[in-house]
């Protein structure tokens, strides 16, 4: 009240002597001296009244300001001919980050963070971000968002976000729904745009070949797709490269916005899976170097090749002319086991390795890894031991090899009678002329049959003995029919019946090899064992069985190594140890455990990152409780995928998102002018006080008011 009065009187006094030098002064200089009275006479009453002065800030080090840089693969375009990339011109700017905003960060704990699919803590300022380089994966901002939150549960809380992207969110939740969580908590978010608008300058390459596998020492067709997005014509050379060689080259003309094809064509010599790359060079202004490149990737095919093995209880004429007719075909490998005397066997294309697991006929699965059918001779059966035909039938049972068997079945164990179309034969003999010809499409159905489609047949000789079914199962075929003279009667002589993975046949004809001793019918005779062996052959699985993705990978993404694996017994193995050893394009070597599928057994996978294009090569060793095995393969990683496919600078969505929060946006070039950041109102406060009489600036100000109004007084000879 007082002050109040004084405050008053002080002001009627300064009134007073305003009117009173009227006549005295001019009206400019006596408002001079009255705005000096009045700031004498507030500061004398600031004095007085002596207020006390509070200062609200975020609690130091009690808070978290989380800085978020995009190091995903869209960041590494250049825009508009730029010569420098997004990420690039990004660390410039992170490099020349204010003096101001470094000092704003330290008033909480700055937390910076690159990231793509997920983030990855780097420091704890904007230059700890400055040597960013391009992640793998794609680019989950509203994910990347929503895990800030959920860590903020059990740390300090978040005063504000600072996010630099260029605003190509592809992956994961909706980046606008996360901010409207953000806006919940009252936690503002600050966009920096990192790009420019318009769809970037691009010349892209693309190559496709028309099947993913073809046989070795054919011609292969590649195509490659130029693609411009530049605004102007572009010419380009395109190279198809097997390794660093390039085998042609193609010149090619692209109109603007436009796409123009370069085909070639190559023939293959070796087998296995091969890699040939179409690359062009990388023009000034082109937005991306990674699609110059791509890769057409095959699987080079050897003719398939039929192993057969003849288990003979003597020596016998029917495997002495097969031998003969199938010589020159590279298509069948014929081995033979013949039992010449008790405990003595001549063997042919046995290897070192087999001869090494059986002194006679085969008594391990092990022996029979590389056949694809078995010719039997019911009188050798009787020499195979226990093992022996626990062996051959699992071959038959889970592996899913062949089995032909000929002569009388009387002789066979009954854990392999059981494999055949018939369980009782009957030794005979044709007394007349008789023929023999297919009935129907089963077996010797195809071109390679055709003598036996006929309506002719093959004539079988009078005397020939023959080894006829008296019962045969229901599920089983007929494949060649025994025909005497016009008689609509028939009787099955060779008959065909599937066994758990695999097949049977049973042949009632003990001497084939008689049609191949004359010009005539030798054609029939070759046809006869070809298609057998390829009925038979044809349900053979390997004991390793590759099931990864042909059709490749994807850079930053998950690749699946996945395989299937059998034991000695031919089943799904559940123990066994698989490892892959995956070189990478570079060179370098990375080792994958790949683990047990619950959901089928003997499958084991993993799943591979790959982190650069190229062609990857895996190495697999699978231990078994038995034996060791391996296999190879090859898969090609190539920079496609949702991060590739549009990279385009998405303002809009960086300026929502500011909107929503509470944040500012800024675009990359006014970063340098960001001196602080809006932070959330919801933080811990610290409250500051200070009396105006603490303070030396409003005395400064008394003492020059009092000091001007005393001189400008003296001046005109007041005192």
Same mark, same amino acid.
């Given at each position: 009240?007082?002050?109040?009065?004084?405050?008053?009187?002080?002001?009627?006094?300064?009134?007073?002597?305003?009117?009173?030098?009227?006549?005295?002064?001019?009206?400019?200089?006596?408002?001079?001296?009255?705005?000096?009275?009045?700031?004498?006479?507030?500061?004398?009453? $600031?004095?007085?009244?002596?207020?006390?002065?509070?200062?609200?800030?975020?609690?130091?080090?009690?808070?978290?300001?989380?800085?978020?840089?995009?190091?995903?693969?869209?960041?590494?375009?250049?825009?508009?001919?730029?010569?420098?990339?997004?990420?690039?011109?990004?660390?410039?700017?992170?490099?020349?980050?204010?003096?101001?905003?470094?000092?704003?960060?330290?008033?909480?704990?700055?937390?910076?963070?690159?990231?793509?699919?997920?983030?990855?803590?780097?420091?704890?300022?904007?230059?700890?971000?400055?040597?960013?380089?391009?992640?793998?994966?794609?680019?989950?901002?509203?994910?990347?968002?929503?895990?800030?939150?959920?860590?903020?549960?059990?740390?300090?809380?978040?005063?504000?976000?600072?996010?630099?992207?260029?605003?190509?969110?592809?992956?994961?939740?909706?980046?606008?729904?996360?901010? !409207?969580?953000?806006?919940?908590?009252?936690?503002?978010?600050?966009?920096?745009?990192?790009?420019?608008?318009?769809?970037?300058?691009?010349?892209?390459?693309?190559?496709?070949?028309?099947?993913?596998?073809?046989?070795?020492?054919?011609?292969?067709?590649?195509?490659?797709?130029?693609?411009?997005?530049?605004?102007?014509?572009?010419?380009?050379?395109?190279?198809?490269?097997?390794?660093?060689?390039?085998?042609?080259?193609?010149?090619?003309?692209?109109?603007?916005?436009?796409?123009?094809?370069?085909?070639?064509?190559?023939?293959?010599?070796?087998?296995?899976?091969?890699?040939?790359?179409?690359?062009?060079?990388?023009?000034?202004?082109?937005?991306?170097?990674?699609?110059?490149?791509?890769?057409?990737?095959?699987?080079?095919?050897?003719?398939?090749?039929?192993?057969?093995?003849?288990?003979?209880?003597?020596?016998?004429?029917?495997?002495?002319?097969?031998?003969?007719?199938?010589?020159?075909?590279?298509?069948?490998?014929?081995?033979?086991?013949?039992?010449?005397?008790?405990?003595?066997?001549?063997?042919?294309?046995?290897?070192?390795?087999?001869?090494? $697991?059986?002194?006679?006929?085969?008594?391990?699965?092990?022996?029979?890894?590389?056949?694809?059918?078995?010719?039997?001779?019911?009188?050798?059966?009787?020499?195979?031991?226990?093992?022996?035909?626990?062996?051959?039938?699992?071959?038959?049972?889970?592996?899913?090899?062949?089995?032909?068997?000929?002569?009388?079945?009387?002789?066979?164990?009954?854990?392999?009678?059981?494999?055949?179309?018939?369980?009782?034969?009957?030794?005979?003999?044709?007394?007349?002329?008789?023929?023999?010809?297919?009935?129907?499409?089963?077996?010797?159905?195809?071109?390679?049959?055709?003598?036996?489609?006929?309506?002719?047949?093959?004539?079988?000789?009078?005397?020939?003995?023959?080894?006829?079914?008296?019962?045969?199962?229901?599920?089983?075929?007929?494949?060649?029919?025994?025909?005497?003279?016009?008689?609509?009667?028939?009787?099955?002589?060779?008959?065909?019946?599937?066994?758990?993975?695999?097949?049977?046949?049973?042949?009632?004809?003990?001497?084939?090899?008689?049609?191949?001793?004359? !010009?005539?019918?030798?054609?029939?005779?070759?046809?006869?064992?070809?298609?057998?062996?390829?009925?038979?052959?044809?349900?053979?699985?390997?004991?390793?069985?590759?099931?990864?993705?042909?059709?490749?990978?994807?850079?930053?993404?998950?690749?699946? $190594?996945?395989?299937?694996?059998?034991?000695?017994?031919?089943?799904?193995?559940?123990?066994?140890?698989?490892?892959?050893?995956?070189?990478?394009?570079?060179?370098?070597?990375?080792?994958?455990?790949?683990?047990?599928?619950?959901?089928?057994?003997?499958?084991?996978?993993?799943?591979?990152?790959?982190?650069?294009?190229?062609?990857?090569?895996?190495?697999?060793?699978?231990?078994?409780?038995?034996?060791?095995?391996?296999?190879?393969?090859?898969?090609?990683?190539?920079?496609?995928?949702?991060?590739?496919?549009?990279?385009?600078?998405?303002?809009?969505?960086?300026?929502?998102?500011?909107?929503?929060?509470?944040?500012?946006?800024?675009?990359?070039?006014?970063?340098?002018?960001?001196?602080?950041?809006?932070?959330?109102?919801?933080?811990?406060?610290?409250?500051?006080?200070?009396?105006?009489?603490?303070?030396?600036?409003?005395?400064?100000?008394?003492?020059?008011?009092?000091?001007?109004?005393?001189?400008?007084?003296?001046?005109?000879?007041?005192?």
């Amino acid at each position: 009240m007082l002050i109040g009065l004084w405050a008053l009187l002080a002001a009627l006094l300064a009134a007073w002597d305003f009117r009173r030098n009227a006549a005295k002064v001019h009206r400019g200089y006596r408002l001079f001296m009255a705005g000096l009275e009045a700031g004498v006479i507030l500061l004398a009453t $600031l004095f007085l009244a002596n207020p006390v002065l509070k200062k609200v800030t975020p609690e130091v080090g009690n808070s978290r300001i989380i800085l978020l840089a995009d190091n995903s693969g869209s960041m590494t375009v250049h825009d508009s001919g730029n010569p420098k990339s997004r990420l690039e011109l990004l660390n410039d700017a992170l490099r020349g980050t204010s003096p101001e905003l470094n000092a704003f960060l330290k008033q909480g704990r700055a937390e910076a963070f690159a990231f793509s699919t997920e983030h990855k803590y780097q420091g704890d300022s904007p230059f700890s971000l400055a040597n960013g380089t391009s992640l793998p994966g794609a680019t989950p901002i509203g994910d990347v968002l929503r895990s800030i939150l959920a860590e903020a549960e059990n740390t300090a809380p978040v005063a504000s976000i600072l996010l630099f992207s260029d605003g190509r969110s592809n992956a994961g939740s909706s980046p606008v729904e996360v901010a !409207k969580s953000l806006q919940a908590r009252k936690i503002p978010l600050t966009c920096i745009g990192v790009g420019k608008e318009g769809l970037p300058w691009d010349l892209s390459v693309k190559c496709a070949v028309d099947t993913s596998s073809v046989m070795r020492d054919s011609k292969l067709a590649i195509k490659a797709v130029v693609s411009n997005a530049f605004p102007m014509e572009k010419e380009v050379e395109v190279a198809l490269m097997d390794g660093e060689n390039a085998l042609e080259t193609r010149r090619v003309a692209v109109a603007p916005n436009a796409k123009a094809e370069a085909l070639f064509e190559v023939v293959p010599h070796l087998e296995g899976f091969k890699t040939y790359q179409v690359r062009m060079p990388h023009l000034e202004g082109d937005a991306r170097a990674d699609n110059d490149l791509d890769y057409a990737s095959v699987e080079v095919k050897a003719p398939p090749v039929f192993k057969v093995l003849f288990l003979l209880g003597g020596l016998d004429w029917e495997q002495r002319f097969v031998n003969q007719a199938l010589a020159d075909n590279e298509q069948f490998e014929l081995s033979v086991i013949t039992m010449l005397a008790k405990d003595k066997f001549a063997r042919t294309n046995i290897s070192e390795e087999q001869q090494k $697991l059986t002194r006679g006929f085969p008594n391990t699965t092990e022996f029979y890894d590389d056949y694809d059918a078995v010719v039997l001779d019911t009188r050798a059966a009787f020499e195979l031991s226990k093992e022996g035909v626990s062996a051959l039938r699992s071959f038959v049972e889970n592996k899913g090899g062949g089995l032909f068997v000929r002569g009388p079945v009387e002789l066979l164990p009954p854990e392999l009678l059981e494999l055949l179309p018939v369980r009782v034969t009957k030794l005979g003999m044709v007394r007349r002329q008789a023929r023999v010809a297919s009935s129907g499409e089963f077996i010797f159905g195809d071109e390679l049959a055709s003598t036996l489609v006929s309506a002719k047949g093959v004539p079988l000789a009078a005397g020939t003995p023959l080894f006829m079914p008296q019962e045969v199962k229901s599920a089983s075929r007929s494949a060649l029919d025994l025909r005497l003279g016009d008689a609509a009667d028939t009787a099955p002589v060779v008959c065909g019946i599937a066994y758990g993975a695999g097949r049977v046949a049973y042949s009632a004809l003990e001497s084939t090899w008689r049609w191949g001793m004359t !010009k005539e019918h030798q054609m029939a005779h070759q046809s006869f064992w070809k298609s057998l062996i390829l009925w038979l052959s044809e349900m053979g699985k390997p004991r390793v069985r590759l099931l990864s993705d042909s059709r490749g990978a994807v850079v930053g993404e998950e690749y699946r $190594l996945d395989l299937a694996a059998t034991g000695d017994d031919f089943l799904p193995s559940p123990n066994a140890v698989v490892n892959a050893t995956v070189i990478v394009p570079d060179g370098s070597e990375q080792l994958v455990a790949l683990n047990p599928l619950w959901e089928e057994e003997g499958r084991y996978n993993a799943f591979f990152v790959p982190s650069i294009p190229g062609e990857y090569k895996v190495e697999y060793e699978i231990r078994l409780p038995e034996r060791t095995l391996h296999a190879q393969t090859a898969f090609v990683a190539r920079q496609t995928g949702v991060e590739a496919d549009d990279v385009s600078y998405n303002e809009a969505l960086l300026r929502d998102m500011a909107r929503i929060t509470g944040g500012q946006f800024l675009p990359l070039q006014d970063y340098s002018t960001l001196k602080s950041l809006p932070v959330s109102p919801e933080l811990p406060m610290k409250t500051e006080t200070m009396p105006l009489s603490s303070h030396w600036l409003p005395y400064l100000l008394f003492a020059l008011c009092a000091s001007l109004l005393w001189w400008a007084r003296r001046r005109i000879g007041l005192r």
